[in-house]
């Protein structure tokens, strides 16, 4: 158990729906960073947060957006939902950043979109 | 620009072998480099990083992983595979971006182990 939780687990939706995955860092951890995992693109970096505020961007489309609120728990945000959003969404958290900290994976929430 | 190469997707091994999972990099600076494993219906966890110190890395599990610049290579090895080792392998590089580290990772490579 790493430490990070992450809601639900798995979920099911229709196209050009949105749905919200949470996701709560280790205690601690000031750092939360999302991931999608699938099968056509691999384990590909979203966005990262540090205390509340948006630390470094990835492969985000314009259709998703997630924050960190004050208690550090985050949300992923993912609206207009294609086929394609079907994936693993990975949320983990690290102490800091600025140095090469250690990152702590969740579970992952399953997300498939019909 | 940063990336990561895993040869082979599958790599099959007998309890007891040697297991080899192979990971080249490309980075434009000197790198950081990480091996996660991914066991079935979990997240990653870090196996072992390396951070420009010592060119053998020694992680958890009995993994170990040798840095090579000039092959631009950063090989997970293990001299005696269990069956407890079948998971999924990814190498991933990270170099310093605004302050922040965050990996790239390669497509993964997936352990068998037969008894």
């Known amino acids: 158990d790493s430490g990070v939780t992450q809601t639900p687990k798995h979920l099911i939706t229709a196209t050009g729906q949105r749905v919200t995955l949470r996701c709560s860092p280790r205690?601690?951890?000031?750092?939360v960073y999302w991931y999608q995992q699938s099968l056509d693109q691999g384990l590909q970096f979203l966005i990262q947060y540090y205390n509340g505020e948006e630390r470094a961007k990835g492969n985000i489309l314009e259709r998703f957006s997630a924050q960190q609120f004050p208690d550090l728990h985050s949300e992923l945000n993912l609206s207009s939902l294609e086929l394609g959003d079907s994936a693993l969404y990975f949320c983990a958290s690290s102490v800091a950043y600025g140095r090469v900290y250690e990152q702590y994976f969740g579970p992952g929430t399953r997300l498939t979109v019909t | 620009a940063q990336s990561v190469t895993q040869l082979g997707s599958h790599v099959s091994v007998s309890e007891g072998a040697l297991v080899l999972l192979r990971c080249n990099y490309s980075s434009s600076v000197p790198p950081y480099l990480f091996w996660y494993v991914q066991y079935p219906n979990q997240g990653l966890q870090l196996l072992l990083k390396y951070t420009s110190a010592a060119t053998l890395v020694k992680g958890i599990n009995g993994f170990e992983a040798e840095f090579k610049k000039s092959e631009t290579s950063f090989h997970l090895t293990k001299p005696s595979a269990h069956m407890s080792d079948a998971a999924e392998y990814f190498c991933a590089v990270s170099e310093e971006e605004g302050g922040s580290y965050i990996p790239t990772f390669g497509r993964g490579t997936s352990l068998i182990v037969h008894p």
């Open positions: 205690s601690g951890d000031l750092s």
